[in-house]
Structures are given as C-alpha cells and as structure tokens.
C-alpha cells in the first residue's frame, strides 16, 4: 500500500527551528519526485520544496535560504529542516510524491508564534 505519514509539526516561536519528517511505503521515494508543500488557513496550497532522484532541490524565493528538503535513502523517509521560521510560515505541511500517481500524506501543522 502506497503512503506517506508526516510527524514533527508544532508550535515555535519566530526565529526558531522545526524537522519535518514523511515515512513513506509501498514505494522507493530516491526513485521519484518528493515534495513538500504547505496550505495556510484561506490559501491555496503551494510548494515549498522539491528533491528528484537525482537529488538535486529546489525551492521557492519565499523559502530559499531557509528550508531544506533532504531524504534517507536506507530508511525510506523524507524531511524537510525549517530555520528562521516566521508567522507567515504558519501552515498545514503535506508531503508528497509528485511523479506518476500522485500521493499525499495527511498533513502536519506548525504553528510560528509568540
């Protein structure tokens, strides 16, 4: 069965540091295209990181500098290292395959508060 399960959301205040972590099944995710994305309260959802087999990343201007997408092959699991969070960071965050049938995880809140 194909899946993704996302952990490690929370509350931190402006400035501080967040690990997303994606455990993914039923398939080989250094294979494919992974990426995150977010969905903040009356917005539309957008992406904030892109990793492809190859492992070359990419982001946007909103994040660059401060997100950083990475995977452990052995285990299966994708992460997303958040730094220098703000307010406007504050989201729901999806994890998915983003090659062939697309697969979304349930989603992880973080809250960026003081």
């Known amino acids: 069965q194909v899946q993704l399960v996302e952990s490690g959301g929370g509350v931190v205040q402006p400035g501080g540091s967040l690990r997303l972590s994606c455990a993914a099944s039923g398939f080989v995710l250094s294979n494919t295209i992974m990426g995150w994305y977010r969905q903040a309260p009356g917005k539309e959802r957008e992406l904030v990181a892109t990793?492809?087999?190859?492992?070359?990343?990419y982001y946007p201007d909103t994040v660059k500098g401060r997100f950083t997408i990475s995977r452990d092959n052995a285990n299966n699991t994708l992460f997303l290292q958040m730094n220098d969070l703000v307010p406007e960071d504050t989201a729901v965050y999806y994890c998915t395959r983003r090659a062939g049938v697309v697969v979304w995880g349930q989603g992880t809140q973080v809250t960026v508060s003081s």
């Open positions: 990793i492809i087999s190859g492992g070359a990343t």
